[in-house]
């Protein structure tokens, strides 16, 4: 069993973390304050969509990799209560971002983005009557939480614990 995530485990994790936290940060922001209207808007949600489904695929890249080659047992002890709340909370992490990009893109099949983008259709007044915009918004906030949970937890391990968690996910030469 390896003792630290994988370089590419370790790559995308860095990544999709920033990648995610500013998909959270400008959609909320943004793009959700931008009235339908705004003539900003569809080149704003042109960006939000890439990004979103790149977040999407990375983290699909994520769940092969770390099934293939495996990962570092749970640094807490085997059948633990802080043991089982990580492996939750990871799972939890991966759908959620799974289900907020699969939402995004139920919200814009429904919207025919790609015609809006090259001229040929318009936006609808606001997304608000699609049910993938109720979905989106409450699944970007439960993602939100459980992003706050994790960070809380690492620096619990890291500070409190004192059992050196984040070097399992960091840059090493070996590997
Ligand atoms: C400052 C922010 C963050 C820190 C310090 C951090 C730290 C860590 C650490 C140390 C691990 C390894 C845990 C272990 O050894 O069991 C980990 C795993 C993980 N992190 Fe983060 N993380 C951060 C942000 C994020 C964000 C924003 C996301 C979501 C996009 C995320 C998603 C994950 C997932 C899914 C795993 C599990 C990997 C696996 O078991 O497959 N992390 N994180
Ligand atoms: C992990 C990926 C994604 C994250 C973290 C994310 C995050 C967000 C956030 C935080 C909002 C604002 C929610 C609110 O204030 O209620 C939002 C709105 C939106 N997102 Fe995403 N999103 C992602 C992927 C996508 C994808 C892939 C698409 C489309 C292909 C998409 C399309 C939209 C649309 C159309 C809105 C609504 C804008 C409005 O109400 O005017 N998102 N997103």
Redesign the pocket.
């Known amino acids: 069993m390896p003792t630290q995530f994988n370089r590419l485990a370790v790559i995308l994790h860095w990544f999709s973390a920033v990648l995610?936290m500013l998909?959270?940060f400008a959609?909320?922001q943004m793009?959700?304050p931008?009235d339908?209207s705004d003539p900003m808007?569809i080149g704003a949600?042109q960006g939000?969509?890439t990004l979103?489904?790149l977040?999407?695929l990375l983290t699909l890249i994520r769940i092969i990799n770390i099934r293939m080659r495996g990962k570092p047992a749970e640094i807490s002890p085997e059948g633990s209560l802080m043991a089982r709340a990580s492996s939750i909370g990871h799972k939890a992490l991966y759908l959620l971002?799974l289900a907020?990009?699969g939402s995004?893109?139920a919200?814009?099949a429904a919207v025919d983005?790609p015609a809006v983008i090259a001229g040929q259709a318009m936006l609808p007044e606001?997304?608000a009557h699609l049910g993938a915009?109720s979905a989106?918004?409450i699944l970007?906030k439960l993602?939100a939480l459980t992003i706050l949970g994790h960070i809380a937890a690492a620096l619990y391990h890291q500070f409190i614990l004192k059992d050196g968690l984040i070097s399992r996910m960091r840059f090493k030469r070996m590997d």
């Open positions: 995610v998909l959270l959609g909320s793009l959700a931008l339908n808007k949600l939000h969509a979103g489904v977040a999407g971002i907020v990009a995004g893109m919200m814009a983005l606001s997304f915009r989106h918004g970007t993602l």
